[in-house]
């Protein structure tokens, strides 16, 4: 996980600050100076496992003498009782940290898990499952890597990242010709143009206006095929609009080169996972 660098400390820390306040006052009166515990982590449902490195982690930052073992690795098909890692440590350090390192395991698995089910429902196409920036504030990293551990792929990580023309856009701009014309005239040349469209009409304009992405907005499978059809190769072609409500294998079956889902990130179940102390 040290892809993530002082981005990943700062999301920690940040976690930490907020559940231990002014200090774990529950551990530091009640459990005696010197304790050891040995901890097991178990699935408590079927899915796909990510966070552990984040987990280990924040038992690095609040104790760098705390052992953690990873029993299985980011991506594994988990199953209801699997042991999934074990920690060893200060009794009170450990708790301090496991609310934390829970949460974080917990929601990157849920989303790991989801991304699967979304990504085996459009096997044998040529669909690409991806996420939108619908993220939780200040976790955007660790959700979009959790997406990418379900096997799916990453839409723009920032605002900086790509130019996606949407509606307010288009309006705030007076057409969709306008907008794509002045993002030629002024952005990089290596930034790809997305347009965002709703009609026939828009597309047409998208595509006589030279975009290189075109995103299908809440439109009927029938339409998206259609569309799929106008487009003929000129430009990449993405389906989204509650597509975490729609049955994925047949808007794959449009011929669509990308189907964002909101819903991988922004109302994900968290995976079940506890853990469990012994006592040495």
Known sequence: MNIYGNMLDDIILNALREDVGTGDITTETTIPEGRMVHGLYR??????LCGLGVTERVFQLINPEIEFRALMADGANVKVGDIIAEVHGPAGDVLTGERTGLNLMQRMSGIATRTAEAVKQVEGTKAKICDTRKTTPGMRILEKYAVRVGGGTNHRFNLADGILIKDNHIVAAGSITNAVRSARANAPHTLKIEVEVETFEQLDEALAAGADIIMLDNMSTADMKKAVEIVAG???????????????????????DLISIGALTHSVRALDISLKFTIE
């Open 43 to 48: 699935a408590k449902e079927n899915g796909v």
């Open 234 to 256: 000129r430009a990449v072609v993405e389906a989204s609009g509650n597509m975490g409500d729609r049955n994925l294998a047949e808007v794959a079956a449009c011929g669509v």
